[in-house]
């Protein structure tokens, strides 16, 4: 079966719609249409005009008010605009898509279908692939009523469509999706047990996994800690599949593993399909989670990643913070006149240094991995958490680490 795209939307331009509500300030927004933007981007669609609203909540047929409806359908409907397809910024119902694109007469996305076709532009193994379908199925499954045309036809022998007699379109490409969701299903779980298996044959050595938001760097830093070759881009999701290299500091062997970033509204289905990714961090000893610090939002980031991390393992384990892109880190300087408190991006990185970060003391450290800065420290860093595992279960080696510990 031809895998699933639900999106053809190559060079076309957009508009973004966000809301401002009680739970997103208007400062909030504008971070998430940045994202959305750059979503947009990695998708190979032009951003253009941003329309924001606010309201105490969704509108429940149209997403936004009529008012506002009317004033992009205007800008929508003039030529010189060039508008192919409108993005808002959260997940739409059946009945939102259906209503907002009769109005707009353009191709109609949201956050997560957005985030689904970038997966399923990035995704290159079986694996990959099979775990985005599935969750491109399941956000299809419940908006059919407006989207079936799009689906492919199961056919029987002769090219005749099966369908029991009086069975509507809508019914039979919602049993030849559900049909589908159970093999892919099926198929993962057997997957998953292979890479379980392939797990437990790694043996006891200790396990390091890189975590964090996309776009971060870790396929970077990956690259830089296994001196491999793993693809890493400016964009965001740059990479699905899981790597894990055997990595050596100083005689002392672990497995460094790579993972999918995350990023704020994760699609559930999506977290769900990507399960086998994701038992990689579950499995692993010590966590290095990797952070943007020049970020505006980094902060908010880290959130995001350890809420994401703890409804996926409730267990807590060894983390080091590494900041990194510190080449790349700006702040504002304040005017001595201005005498308004100071903002996050008034705070220069050592300032930072001094903030909640020195509590962190050496699970917390500071890098450069295009520039190579601070590598040589986080690799001891690295070495030393590893080390105090290690030893554990290998009690024999201690006494080598103690004797002879500087001539390996």
């Not at 009769?102 to 279908?113: A, F, G």
């Not at 007699?165 to 093999?183: A, C, F, H, N, V």
């Not at 504002?332 to 050592?350: A, H």
Request: glycine letters at 4%.
């Amino acid at each position: 079966m031809k895998d699933l795209i639900l999106t053809e939307i190559k060079s076309e331009k957009a508009i973004l719609v966000g809301l401002i509500t009680p739970d997103q300030n208007e400062d909030k927004v504008n971070e998430y249409l940045d994202e959305l933007a750059f979503l947009a981007e990695t998708a190979g669609i032009v951003p253009g005009k941003r329309f924001v609203q606010r309201l105490e909540m969704p509108n429940s047929v149209t997403f936004v008010g009529a008012g506002k409806l009317q004033e992009i359908k205007e800008y929508v409907a003039n030529e010189e605009n060039q508008i192919g397809v409108a993005i808002f910024d959260d997940e739409l119902s059946a009945k939102q898509i259906r209503n907002i694109e009769k109005e707009l007469n353009v191709r109609i996305l949201d956050r997560t279908s957005l985030i689904l076709d970038i997966f399923a532009m990035r995704a290159q193994t079986a694996h990959a692939k099979a775990q985005v379908e599935l969750a491109q199925y399941q956000y299809l499954l419940p908006r059919l009523t407006r989207m079936w045309t799009h689906l492919e036809r199961q056919h029987g022998g002769g090219g005749v469509i099966m369908r029991g007699p009086g069975e509507t379109q809508l019914e039979t490409d919602r049993r030849i999706i559900l049909d589908k969701i159970s093999r892919l299903k099926k198929e993962l779980k057997d997957i998953d047990m292979q890479k379980s298996v392939q797990r437990k044959n790694r043996g006891k050595m200790v396990r390091v996994a890189l975590v964090g938001y996309t776009n971060v760097g870790k396929s970077t830093l990956m690259n830089l800690l296994s001196k491999s070759e793993i693809f890493a881009e400016n964009k965001l999701f740059a990479t699905l599949d899981t790597t894990v290299r055997k990595v050596t500091i100083d005689n002392l062997p672990f497995l460094l593993t790579d993972t999918v970033g995350f990023i704020r509204k994760l699609p559930t289905n999506l977290i769900e399909s990507f399960k086998s990714t994701l038992d990689e961090v579950r499995e692993a000893d010590i966590l290095l989670h990797v952070v943007d610090i020049s970020h505006p939002a980094f902060e908010e980031q880290i959130e995001v990643v350890e809420k994401t991390l703890y409804e996926m393992d409730k267990t807590p384990k060894p983390t080091i913070l590494v900041f990194n892109k510190i080449d790349a880190f700006t702040h504002v300087v304040k005017d001595d006149d201005d005498l308004t408190p100071k903002r996050r991006e008034n705070y220069s990185l050592e300032e930072l240094k001094q903030t909640w970060m020195s509590k962190l003391q050496d699970n917390c450290i500071f890098i450069s991995a295009k520039e190579k800065e601070n590598i040589d420290e986080l690799k001891q860093l690295i070495y030393k958490k590893v080390k105090e595992i290690h030893i554990t279960r290998f009690p024999y080696n201690d006494f080598l680490f103690q004797h002879f510990e500087g001539d390996l």
